[in-house]
């Protein structure tokens, strides 16, 4: 078995190589853990952000008033009206006498103040409910129904939403930059404190070359080593994520400022935020020395 | 047969110099060559074009039915697998054992590890040191240290065995000790030797043939040469 004769001893050297160049993988390690501890922070909030983003997209509705004096053939029209716009997800109607006995059921004052009235004279207006698709489209949407025929008002809770959603979507922005930038930067480093270790062998790296090893089998050991040097690396991080995560959700009461902002519960999400710092700490250790190796194989 | 064909060869470094001019040359299988020249002369680009290190600019060279300038970088391993090299600074590692140093060559090519004991054994045997084989490089005097390297170029079993001034660091004494285990690598084992010198008392003692090259030029190729001023 050829190849797996030669993966143990890649997987041999790398160990090696890591132990006896222990102070040059400490510094690797260290510049890996502090840089994923950062990306893991970036990571939840990001994650957070998304979430809470969605789930003001799925609370989030147009509300339609008609006009007093509408007929239901009236209504089917504006239905179909609705259909021609693109952005509209779904819509729910609710008549004068839904919306009377909704209120009813709310407050009794209210309903008794309500049953003072007849049909003709009710205040109430039949109504749409209406979701959207892209919340972001929103205000263009709600001028559209605005001109259709009968609709008397349109509310959708127009400034606050509109901040709120440029607000979270340059978060989300930021958080995706600073996460890129900084694997960036790790990987920039890795590559140089690995070079380190590497010129340390480059003799040996030659040698290799002249008695016909393939560049295979002379990078492996080093990939493995930058393998296991992310591994080493994403430790302290999952950690620090997963049992500070806990205390953060706990301490806040899974909430941050008010009810609306809600945080992802910690269950699946601290596993999965783990290995994803896992998989970019082995790609990052993989590819900083894959490329610091690839300049000693020209010979 | 031959092993290596050089047809029309010239390099040309990136610097300017050019370093070998449209040279051809054909070298048997299992000869023993010296090649001869001042310093400049062009013999260690010969050489290194050999296992390429370097490639001509013009020209092509056959080693053991292989093109060598078309040879990508990624397969060069190809190449160096069917030839041995050595050094004049030996290029040992310094922390393997004699053993692990020879055992190096074939370990890197996945071979097993029955096979690997037999040939370092039977290498260091044909280079006589095999009482040495526990020690590290940095207890053994020059020579055998030359030695070591000739038994990791050798283990492989190669057709060929390229010399890059292999007695240059070395005393006359020491200098013939190896001439003797190359002239037997040779003799027994079939190898072709490619040896670049400048060691006049070597190339006059073992009459053997010699590429003489001045400048880059091919100035003659004899069977039985010996080394004089006035070529060189």
């Known amino acids: ?299 | 047969m031959d092993l290596i064909r050089v047809r029309n060869v010239e390099k040309k470094y990136k610097n300017g110099v050019t370093a070998i001019y449209d040279l051809n040359l054909a070298i048997e299988k299992g000869s023993f060559v010296f090649v001869i020249g001042g310093s400049g002369s062009g013999k260690s680009t010969l050489i290194k074009m050999f296992y390429r290190e370097e490639k001509p600019t013009k020209g092509q060279i056959i080693v053991g039915g292989l093109d060598v300038a078309k040879i990508k970088n990624k397969k060069v391993y190809k190449l160096r697998r069917k030839l041995g090299i050595v050094f004049q600074d030996y290029r040992l590692l310094p922390k393997l054992t004699v053993y692990e140093n020879v055992a190096f060559a074939l370990e890197v090519i996945g071979a097993k590890k029955d096979e690997i004991r037999v040939k370092v054994l039977k290498a260091l045997e044909d280079v006589g040191l095999k009482n040495k084989v526990h020690n590290y490089p940095d207890q053994l005097s020059g020579g055998e240290q030359q030695r070591v390297a000739i038994a990791r170029a050798i283990v492989n079993n190669p057709k060929l065995l390229l010399c890059d001034e292999p007695t240059g660091n070395l005393d006359p004494d020491m200098s013939m000790d190896i001439m003797k285990v190359l002239e037997a690598i040779n003799k027994n084992r079939g190898t072709t030797i490619i040896m670049a010198t400048h060691d006049r008392d070597i190339v006059n003692k073992m009459k053997k043939q010699v590429i003489t090259l001045k400048d880059g030029h091919l100035v003659n190729f004899k069977q039985k040469g010996t080394y004089n001023n006035e070529a060189v």
């Open chain 1, 1 to 299: 078995m050829k190849p797996f004769r030669m993966l143990s001893r890649s997987i041999r050297d790398a160990f090696k190589s890591s132990i006896r160049n222990f102070s040059l993988s400490l510094a690797s390690i260290s510049c890996i853990t502090i840089t994923l501890i950062i990306v893991a922070i970036a990571i939840i909030a990001s994650f957070n952000v998304q979430s809470v983003t969605k789930e003001l997209e799925e609370d989030l509705t147009i509300v339609v008033f008609m006009d007093n004096d509408i007929t239901s053939k009236e209504i089917e029209k504006t239905k179909n009206s609705f259909s021609k716009i693109n952005n509209i997800e779904s819509y729910d109607f609710k008549s004068k006498i839904d919306v009377k006995k909704e209120l009813q059921k709310e407050s009794e004052v209210l309903g008794t103040v309500l049953d003072g009235w007849d049909e003709e004279e009710s205040p109430l207006k039949d109504t749409f409910q209406i979701k959207v698709k892209n919340i972001e489209k929103i205000s263009k949407t709600a001028s559209e129904i605005e001109k259709i025929d009968k609709v008397s008002v349109v509310r959708y809770g127009e400034g606050m939403v509109d901040k709120l959603i440029s607000a979270f979507s340059s978060i989300q922005k930021v958080t995706y930059g600073i996460v890129i930038a900084l694997i960036l930067v790790t990987v920039f480093l890795i590559i140089n404190t690995i070079k380190l270790t590497i010129s340390a062998r480059k003799r040996e790296i030659g040698i290799m070359r002249l008695v016909g090893a393939s560049n295979f089998t002379i990078k492996t050991p080093f990939i493995v080593e930058g393998m296991i040097l992310g591994i080493f690396g994403s430790i302290i991080p999952i950690l620090l994520t997963t049992y500070g995560y806990l205390a953060f959700y706990k301490h806040f009461d899974g909430h941050l400022f008010s009810e609306v902002i809600r945080l992802i519960k910690p269950e699946p999400f601290i596993y999965s935020v783990s290995l994803i710092i896992l998989v970019i700490g082995i790609l990052v250790g993989m590819i900083g020395s894959a490329s610091a190796v690839k300049k000693y194989l020209k010979v």
